[in-house]
């Protein structure tokens, strides 16, 4: 069997689905039994259907944009069905693997068996993975500022839980912010220089066991840096505006769902927005796929002033719409998917750099 094919399989296994979805249940009944809110979930009959309704429409033209941009990174390689089953499995592999690991791996393999060159894919993957880190380096100071100290929550938590969560959202950043920078200086400084820095750490005794790693990994860098060479102002134009639309939508969607229950001002909806933006640098380095579980019980603290309540049915709500229809649509892709790049014969660019 293809070794591609069977990272694939793997990644997508039965187990790994269920276990992002035990979670999440679990920690969702949790939350209604804790304080005897079953009852609560009769306000979804209250919500006002025009939000519930915008909210979808959101969440369509969020993954539209997903579309769009991976489309426009592969210079309109891709189709737009192609683009759809690229994003529904990226979608799915970081559904099914803990915020920290993301579907990187995954989706480069699945690039590649698009048809699209291993070097390439291994730069768009890169690069959207870059771009969307830097929009949380320049967003999250901008929120931090715009609403004064605000942004952390303290419904229902102890000042020494406020303090702990600054401190995880300080951690978090920081993390992106050094890992972005690496990698902007990998791909687009010094790639060689990053490669030589590589293969010397792990010429050390303790660490020397990756070296065979190091050296593919320095030699992934190069690759993907050299294809990413020469690209015009209006590639980076698109890149960019694109990454700042989607993961706009991405988080007004849960404006959407809190407005469908309660009455939101304009600089409450700007509050949202900018909790929910600290809320998912916090939710990076969650250990737990898709973080399941954590998810929803960090979701009252951060969402629960505006909701009161009704914060136990907008966060099942929020994870029923954003979390696990990718579940469901990426079994369905899966299958069609493998049957699609795995019942032909490679392409030539599948294998080259």
Request: aromatic content about 14%.
């Amino acid at each position: 069997m293809d070794q591609n094919k069977k990272t694939i399989l793997k990644s997508f296994s039965p187990v790994k689905v269920l276990i992002p979805v035990v979670l999440g249940l679990a920690a969702t009944a949790w939350l209604f039994i804790k304080d005897d809110r079953i009852s609560e979930l009769k306000g979804i009959a209250q919500a006002n259907v025009w939000w519930l309704v915008a909210a979808l429409v959101v969440l369509v033209v969020r993954d539209a944009g997903y579309m769009y941009r991976i489309r426009s990174l592969t210079d309109k390689f891709l189709t737009w069905r192609n683009s759809l089953d690229v994003i529904m499995l990226w979608e799915f592999a970081s559904a099914v693997t803990p915020s920290v690991v993301g579907g990187t791996t995954v989706a480069t393999i699945i690039l590649n068996k698009e048809g699209i060159s291993l070097g390439k894919s291994l730069a768009y993957v890169m690069l959207t993975a870059v771009l969307d880190n830097m929009f949380f380096i320049v967003a999250a100071p901008i929120a931090l500022l715009l609403t004064q100290g605000q942004v952390f929550p303290t419904f229902n938590l102890e000042p020494e839980d406020v303090a702990k969560l600054q401190s995880a959202f300080y951690i978090s950043y920081g993390l992106i912010a050094v890992y972005t920078m690496v990698m902007i200086y990998a791909l687009f400084v010094k790639p060689r220089a990053f490669k030589w820095l590589l293969i010397k750490l792990t010429s050390v005794r303790l660490l020397r066991k990756w070296r065979v790693n190091a050296f593919q990994h320095g030699n992934e860098i190069m690759w993907a840096s050299e294809q990413l060479k020469g690209k015009d102002a209006g590639y980076w134009a698109r890149a960019i505006i694109s990454t700042i639309f989607v993961w706009s939508a991405r988080y007004f969607l849960l404006n959407c769902l809190i407005a469908a229950f309660v009455d939101v001002s304009l600089s409450e909806h700007l509050l949202i927005l900018s909790r929910n933006l600290i809320f998912w640098i916090v939710m990076l380095i969650a250990i737990t796929p898709g973080g399941a579980g954590i998810v929803e019980m960090a979701f009252p603290s951060f969402f629960g002033l505006f909701l009161g309540a009704f914060s136990t049915v907008v966060v099942v709500l929020y994870r029923l719409i954003t979390y696990y229809p990718y579940l469901v649509l990426g079994s369905i892709f899966l299958p069609r998917w493998i049957a699609k790049v795995f019942g032909r014969q490679p392409r030539e660019d599948e294998v080259s750099v």
